[in-house]
Nanobody, 117 residues
Framework: QVQLVESGGGLVQAGGSLRLSCAAS????????MGWYRQAPGKQRELVAT???????NYAESVEGRFTISRDNAKNTVVLQMIGLKPEDTAVYYC???????????WGQGIQVPVSS
């Protein structure tokens, strides 16, 4: 089983920055993709950014150029650095790990990121 623990959320003003971290533990298959998703009130969960074990990244168009995702493979951690935050970035952010061959799909408990205007 894989556990994901997020940290770093909190209230931030529009234009500000925030750094979210996620640490994975347990029996992690090495070939995986780690990422961040978010769910705003009344909306479906959506992809924010992902980073593969190779370092390849993928971003939602709405965050491209403002958010940066990175990972430390040795520590099984993933970080989402967010700058230029907007009120529409307000959501619960979830860390995710997907194992490519085993199809394991794991989620963190979610962390609140309210952005005030």
């Amino acid at each position: 089983q894989v556990q994901l623990v997020e940290s770093g959320g909190g209230l931030v003003q529009a234009g500000g920055s925030l750094r979210l971290s996620c640490a994975a533990s347990g029996s992690i298959f090495s070939i995986n993709v780690m990422g961040w998703y978010r769910q705003a009130p009344g909306k479906q969960r959506e992809l924010v950014a992902t980073v593969a074990i190779t370092g390849n990244t993928n971003y939602a168009e709405s965050v491209e150029g403002r958010f940066t995702i990175s990972r430390d493979n040795a520590k099984n951690t993933v970080v989402l650095q967010m700058i230029g935050l907007k009120p529409e970035d307000t959501a619960v952010y979830y860390c995710n790990l997907k194992e490519i061959f085993t199809k394991g799909d794991y989620w963190g408990q979610g962390i609140q990121v309210p952005v005030s205007s």
